[in-house]
């Protein structure tokens, strides 16, 4: 299943090969270009029956992870972030180290070894190891290299039959999922693709896709958090008005916010958003770009055990393709 695929491959930032790979494999037959850039974005287009505007759909591929930083004389690892998530998620976690996936288990010292100051606080990234088996530095090196890539492990599957999805880096990989599948159907209308490299330590590849496509219209795909209760699974996709370095444009967040209720699509508003996904570097890129944001709601947001419902994938698929038709002038709101 391509969604399972997706979501159970290794892209931490910086390392997103596999992903990548996925995505080519995917849509090699069904687009009319496909390439990757210098940095590793995917950039596609697929023609349709005309192409009045310059339409553009951006996903990131990336995940939270670590980079492995030093070996220990008891064979233990070292690691430091890639990416910015909160430290405490990490203990006893299941992790894949370096291009053959070899298996480790995130540690720090046991509690009864602590002394009391210390189990009042929340263990630091300093703290923590990654034991992968073994008792000394020459025993680990012989399996891994300085700079091997650390994804955290998390089996995906339906979570209590309520229509909801479990897994990790859900709020990328189903973007990407819904843009591939986009792109391989009968489009009216011609769009361009893109699958950006970097979003989660804030690099951003979406500046290179701006500058170089130059679109008249942005559309971002995201997975959101419901950081103060604002929006919930199940409720439709949300419509973020704003991010930390971004103000979307009004006129199409209206545009998008007709269409939802001509076509009787649920969507959410929200204004609480402090995720940075380089939108803003869409709006600013070449010549500019009206740009939007519509994510999937989602629980968790950089841990390992992200919540997503079906029932909004299934609505934001429906939402693009009315927006894509209005864009391309297939009929006005």
Do not use: W
Not at 96 to 101: D, E, L, V
């Amino acid at each position: 299943m391509l969604l399972n695929k997706l979501i159970e491959a290794s892209a931490v930032s910086g390392q997103e090969e596999e992903v990548r790979k996925i995505i080519i494999e995917e849509l090699k037959d069904h687009v009319d270009s496909i390439e990757s850039d210098k940095i590793g974005n995917i950039i596609v287009y697929k023609k349709g029956k005309s192409e009045k505007k310059k339409i553009l759909i951006s996903a990131a591929m990336d995940e939270i992870g670590g980079i492995v930083n030093k070996i220990n004389s008891d064979g233990t690892l070292k690691f430091t972030k890639a990416g910015f998530f909160d430290e405490r998620i990490l203990v006893s976690k299941i992790v894949n180290i370096g291009k053959n996936s070899l298996k480790g288990v995130i540690g720090a010292k046991p509690i009864h070894l602590q002394k009391a100051d210390e189990r009042k606080k929340a263990l630091s990234i300093n703290q923590l190891y990654v034991d992968i088996g073994v008792s000394s530095k020459e025993e680990a090196a012989k399996l891994v290299e300085i700079g091997d890539y650390i994804s955290i492990c998390s089996e995906t599957k339906d979570f209590n039959q309520n229509d909801i999805i479990k897994g990790k880096a859900l709020d990328s990989r189903i973007p990407c999922h819904m843009l591939i599948e986009l792109l391989k159907s009968d489009l009216d209308y011609s769009i361009y693709g893109a699958f950006t490299v970097m979003d989660k330590v804030m690099i951003f590849g979406s500046r290179c896709v701006g500058a170089r496509i130059n679109p008249d219209y942005t559309i971002v795909l995201d997975g959101t958090d419901n950081k103060l209760g604002t929006t919930e699974l199940g409720k439709g996709p949300i419509i973020n008005l704003k991010e930390i370095r971004a103000v979307f444009d009004r006129d199409f967040v209206n545009t998008v916010i007709d269409i939802a209720d001509k076509k009787d699509i649920e969507l959410q508003i929200s204004t609480d958003e402090n995720r940075i996904t380089g939108a803003d570097l869409y709006q600013i890129a070449s010549e500019g770009s009206k740009v939007i944001k519509l994510s999937v709601p989602c629980k968790y947001v950089g841990t390992p055990v992200n919540l997503v419902s079906r029932k909004d994938i299934k609505a934001l698929n429906k939402l693009i393709n009315e927006i894509i038709s209005v864009l391309g002038g297939n009929y006005s709101v």
